[in-house]
T-cell receptor, first 110, second 113 residues
Framework: KNEVEQSPQNLTAQEGEFITINCSYS?????LHWLQQHPGGGIVSLFM???GKKKHGRLIATINIQEKHSSLHITASHPRDSAVYIC????????????FGKGTKLSVKP | AAGVIQSPRHLIKEKRETATLKCYPI?????VYWYQQGPGQDPQFLIS???????DKGSIPDRFSAQQFSDYHSELNMSSLELGDSALYFC????????????FGPGTRLTVL
């Protein structure tokens, strides 16, 4: 079983829809990252969370440490949001390297 | 703002050749991480450095080695390349030692023929 599980694996939405991507992990962590990877391959860090909730523009990330679960929400989705969204965790006490989920491929149709 | 720089962006090599990938972290970042992402795979941690010393080691093959230099840039050296080494290699940097957010470079796409 993977230490970081994401769902869904693939998601297709219509422009304007509210989107939720979920991440569950089975290890103790010191931080959780949400990353965005576009077809060209580059990875962009969206959020780093250790508790609570963060918001940046149309993106909201939440984490529940007790339940070992995080969600990434996209409000008013747009075709340019189409990308792979990756949840990655830094194991508690580790030297900082990340353990990645398999990613959620999001396609937003106009 | 300055980002993580990786070079080259694309590299094509033959089997059994060697390759050197370079990573230039964000200024004042002292920690560098290397990750390998195979086709259709999630990234896997290879190795990391803090203040020019190896700080952690992941699934890095013995054929690979890496180091961090005095200016904090890092190089990943890959020898006896195999077809399975074809992947996207990411470098990320952070500061201070692993406690802050990691910023990723654009990656080097290595193709082994």
């Amino acid at each position: 079983k993977n230490e970081v599980e994401q769902s869904p694996q693939n998601l297709t939405a219509q422009e304007g829809e509210f989107i939720t991507i979920n991440c569950s992990y089975s290890v103790g962590i010191s931080a959780l990252h949400w990353l965005q990877q576009h077809p060209g391959g580059g990875i962009v860090s969206l959020f780093m969370l250790s508790s609570g909730k963060k918001k940046h523009g149309r993106l909201i990330a939440t984490i529940n440490i007790q339940e070992k679960h995080s969600s990434l929400h996209i409000t008013a989705s747009h075709p340019r949001d189409s990308a792979v969204y990756i949840c990655a965790v830094r194991r508690g006490g580790s030297q900082g390297n990340l353990i990645f989920g398999k990613g959620t491929k999001l396609s937003v149709k106009p | 703002a300055a980002g993580v720089i990786q070079s080259p962006r694309h590299l094509i090599k033959e089997k059994r050749e060697t390759a050197t990938l370079k990573c230039y972290p964000i200024p004042r970042h002292d920690t560098v991480y290397w990750y390998q992402q195979g086709p259709g795979q999630d990234p896997q941690f290879l190795i990391s450095f803090y203040e020019k010393m190896q700080s952690d080691k992941g699934s890095i093959p013995d054929r690979f080695s890496a180091q961090q230099f005095s200016d904090y840039h890092s190089e990943l050296n890959m020898s006896s390349l195999e077809l399975g080494d074809s992947a996207l290699y990411f470098c990320a940097s952070s500061t201070p030692r692993g406690s802050n957010e990691q910023f990723f470079g654009p990656g080097t796409r290595l193709t082994v023929l």
